[in-house]
T-cell receptor
Framework: GNSVTQMEGPVTLSEEAFLTINCTYT??????LFWYVQYPGEGLQLLLK?????DKGSNKGFEATYRKETTSFHLEKGSVQVSDSAVYFC????????????FGQGTELSVKP | EAGVTQFPSHSVIEKGQTVTLRCDPI?????LYWYRRVMGKEIKFLLH????????ESGMPNNRFLAERTGGTYSTLKVQPAELEDSGVYFC???????????FGPGTRLTVL
């Protein structure tokens, strides 16, 4: 079945630093790809998504490009803020087995002022 | 529009006791999913309902877990008897038919002592 591999954390950055969280996938075909975020004390929220190869998802200053050549969907932000401190999850649907999502391990990001 | 809600937000029980978690999906969403995140690891799929029917329950860890969705609206997930390893955060998500995007609830944090 499909799988998602995500860089492990925790990641600690200073405010205004550049952020990259790596995510790679293995899949049959080209499934949609998602980044979800969980802020402290809250539930999972969809941060951005891409539904086909070469698509770029963006939201709140975050971007991720669906690259089929490298089977990657890395999350980037040019200048992080303290409020970006959260756990980030890369995910993809498991086409062969219905609509369930396959998640990466989660990366905890801590941004210091 | 109300989002996915879950109850309770936290539950602390002793080993051997029973706990029932509830999820209310977004109105009109036929798909309902349960996921679990144990000890900071990846979020894992438990099962998927389409309306009141179990579409995929391949992620249910064992027969101590029982999920229901009578009437195709809200769902319950019962753990009986609870074991220490059942501790974690249980997420519920819902989606419309044909849509890959799943909307998540805030989760229920279960602690088994």
């Amino acid at each position: 079945g499909n799988s998602v591999t995500q860089m492990e954390g925790p990641v600690t950055l200073s405010e205004e630093a550049f952020l990259t969280i790596n995510c790679t996938y293995t899949a049959t075909g080209y499934p949609s790809l998602f980044w979800y975020v969980q802020y402290p004390g809250e539930g999972l929220q969809l941060l951005l998504k891409a539904t086909k190869a070469d698509d770029k998802g963006s939201n709140k200053g975050f971007e991720a490009t669906y690259r089929k050549e490298t089977t990657s969907f890395h999350l980037e932000k040019g200048s992080v803020q303290v409020s970006d401190s959260a756990v980030y999850f890369c995910a993809s649907p498991s086409y062969n087995q219905g609509g369930k999502l396959i998640f990466g391990q989660g990366t905890e990001l801590s941004v210091k002022p | 529009e109300a989002g996915v809600t879950q109850f309770p937000s936290h539950s602390v029980i002793e080993k051997g006791q029973t706990v029932t978690l509830r999820c209310d999906p977004i109105s009109g969403h036929d798909n309902l999913y349960w996921y679990r995140r144990v000890m900071g690891k990846e979020i894992k799929f438990l099962l998927h309902f389409v309306k009141e029917s179990k579409q995929d329950e391949s992620g249910m860890p064992n027969n101590r877990f029982l999920a229901e969705r009578t009437g195709g609206t809200y769902s319950t997930l019962k753990v009986q008897p609870a074991e220490l390893e059942d501790s974690g955060v249980y997420f519920c998500a819902s989606s419309q038919t044909g849509d890959n995007e799943q909307f998540f609830g805030p989760g229920t944090r279960l602690t088994v002592l």
